[in-house]
């Protein structure tokens, strides 16, 4: 810290600045040192030293404390998100009832991509869409105790990424860290909302983190795997890969086992369930009992993607025209492409980093994008955000956490009124509709600009944390 006070006289008699402190005993004044933090006085006089471990600086009126400021944002966040829970919390869990519903058709030998099957279990009226061979992972789920027990699974999910991380970053910081985690971009919120599975996708991509973390990158491929049979495009930041700094030889065994992991996972389903695994492709497809595929989803709140919104807005803005919004989405993908290649060659020494910063690209780029699938962008936030100075983490705190809660409520607040009349109160509710993108999107910018406060052991390494 440099909040020190001066004598009025500023100087003594070797020209260098005299500096006071104030002590838990007395006040004392003493030389600061070029190549040292301080000098013993080489004769006792009214100047008395005070041992080190005792000096407290003084504080210039007026200056920020952003270590406290930064603790009180950390909580603030994590209380306005438990006030969000709390008001959902009878109300929550519509997918996860899917998931038990599933399963209780699956186990009776009937087909639970039928919705006709599913709503005498749920009651909802939604499809089940997972490959046949993600059954035996949703299997578990019907030990809990209904939507008590999903809650329960929700803290568990929590608790166990925790742990995890824990385990293996030797600078870890749990204040941060179950800040992140628990507000980041609202995705807990959302998989506490809809009981979806991102929790479990961040359960596995924590573990694939530990291992690209510890250089095991073959090992990793495993989990990205298990995280691919609930959401496929894991295996799109699987294909960061390409960029490890490894002989040609062992990049490509990474990468076959990558891929290969991945043609056996589904191609389990085809070969174990072939019946289900074509009324899997169906109900993907919007071809069985007339649901809707999830190509055909609107955007906003529920599906936040790029091209949605792109899409969107072009249509506002000229009509119905069709080449427009693709054009401008693929403007936009060479330019995140183009940073992807960027930051490739500016951390190449520094893998972690790079898979951190690539992730956030590649969801970036993704023509579907759900809420609560934001899970997998926490931990890499968390990595190129922990060693960064209090400032820095309050500005990265505002974009991942309270941008997107202050227009979770603006839309909230415009859902409830009358808009057929009020123009600018229909942009302001389609834009906030889009939060998790613009969230996302901000957080890329600063996180590839944020220069990090000290490079601790275990964190990131020192050569491509300067070039970052």
């Not at 085809?270 to 595929?293: D, F, R, T």
């Not at 960064?388 to 705190?397: E, F, H, S, T």
């Not at 409830?416 to 009349?421: A, E, I, N, Q, T």
């Amino acid at each position: 810290m440099q909040f020190f006070s001066t004598r009025p006289e500023g100087q003594n008699s070797t020209g260098l600045p005299v500096v006071e402190y104030q002590t838990n005993k007395t006040i004392s004044f003493l030389k600061k040192v070029p190549g040292s933090y301080m000098k013993k006085p080489d004769m006792v006089s009214s100047r008395q030293w005070v041992e080190p471990e005792t000096r407290i600086p003084i504080m210039k009126p007026g200056r920020i404390d952003w270590k406290r400021l930064y603790k009180v944002v950390c909580v603030l966040l994590i209380v306005f998100n438990i006030v969000l829970l709390s008001a959902r919390f009878h109300k929550a869990g519509w997918d996860f009832k899917i998931y038990t519903a599933a399963i209780k058709v699956f186990m009776a030998g009937e087909n639970p991509y039928l919705v006709s099957n599913l709503t005498e279990s749920s009651v909802v009226y939604l499809p089940f869409i997972y490959p046949p061979s993600s059954l035996f992972l949703f299997y578990p789920i019907c030990f809990l105790a209904g939507i008590v027990g999903y809650r329960i699974l929700w803290l568990l999910l929590l608790a166990a990424s925790f742990f995890i991380v824990r385990s293996f970053d030797r600078s870890f910081q749990p204040f941060f860290f179950a800040t992140i985690v628990t507000t980041g971009f609202m995705a807990s919120y959302h998989n506490f909302r809809t009981g979806n599975v991102g929790l479990i996708e961040l359960f596995f991509f924590c573990w694939a983190f530990k291992l690209i973390y510890e250089k095991k990158y073959s090992a990793s491929t495993i989990f990205l795997n298990l995280t691919a049979w609930l959401k496929i495009y894991p295996i799109l930041i699987g294909a960061l890969f390409i960029f490890v700094k490894q002989p040609l030889q062992n990049k490509k065994k990474v990468i076959l086992i990558l891929f290969l992991g991945f043609a056996i996972v589904f191609g389990s389903s085809l070969v174990l369930y072939p019946g289900l695994s074509v009324s899997n492709y169906k109900a993907l497809s919007g071809k069985i009992e007339g649901q809707l595929s999830p190509a055909d989803e609107i955007g906003g709140s529920s599906n936040p993607s790029p091209f949605l919104f792109i899409k969107e807005t072009a249509e506002r803005l000229f009509g119905t025209a069709q080449a427009v919004p693709v054009v401008l989405f693929l403007a936009y993908a060479g330019f995140i492409m183009w940073c992807l290649i960027r930051d490739a060659e500016r951390l190449e020494r520094d893998f972690t980093a790079l898979f951190s910063i690539g992730t956030l690209a590649i969801l970036l780029l993704l023509p579907r994008l759900k809420p609560y699938s934001l899970t997998l962008a926490l931990i890499p936030v968390y990595f190129l955000m922990k060693d960064i100075d209090y400032g820095q983490k309050l500005r990265g705190l505002f974009i991942v956490g309270f941008l997107p809660l202050g227009l979770a409520v603006v839309y909230f607040v415009l859902r409830g009124l009358d808009l057929s009349s009020n123009w600018i109160g229909r942009q302001v509710f389609f834009l906030s509709g889009y939060r998790q993108l613009f969230s996302l999107l901000a957080a890329y910018i600063f996180l590839r600009r944020v220069r990090p406060r000290k490079v601790l052991p275990g964190s990131m390494s020192e050569t491509a944390r300067a070039q970052f």
